[in-house]
């Protein structure tokens, strides 16, 4: 009698955080769908795990699928929490914001080295 061994779930080291206008991971293939319970309620959405090009991944959209949160309602906290329990160890955020620099064009890549945050009333 031949005995497979089961097969280890491999580890998602990345997630990706889609902002307003990125819902879904293009090109994502073993698709699975997770709900995680964190101590500070549910994240914005079910996590998504994919692989898309050889690396696994996790996806979240930040405001939910079909843009069903506010900025403000966002569970930021459940968010990170939620993928760390997957061991998430780097985090893609993708905004749609503007910039005053003619040369940043929709879709480049950019890496702020300030941030101003004017949030009110929101746990840290």
Do not use: C
């Not at 780097?90 to 040369?103: F, K, Y």
């Not at 080295?113 to 929101?122: F, N, V, W």
């Amino acid at each position: 009698m031949s005995r497979q061994k089961s097969k280890k779930a491999e580890p998602v080291r990345l997630a990706v955080i889609g902002g307003s206008g990125l819902y879904q991971l293009d090109g994502a293939a073993d698709v699975k769908e997770v709900r995680v319970k964190t101590p500070f309620g549910a994240p914005s959405d079910a996590l998504i795990l994919a692989t898309v090009s050889g690396v696994r991944v996790a996806f979240l959209p930040r405001h939910g699928r079909g843009h069903k949160l506010t900025p403000g309602e966002v569970p930021a906290r459940a968010n990170i929490w939620a993928l760390k329990s997957l061991g998430v160890e780097r985090i893609v955020s993708v905004s749609a914001v503007g910039s005053l620099r003619e040369e940043l064009v929709p879709r480049h890549f950019v890496l702020p080295d300030q941030l101003a945050d004017e949030t009110k009333g929101r746990p840290s």
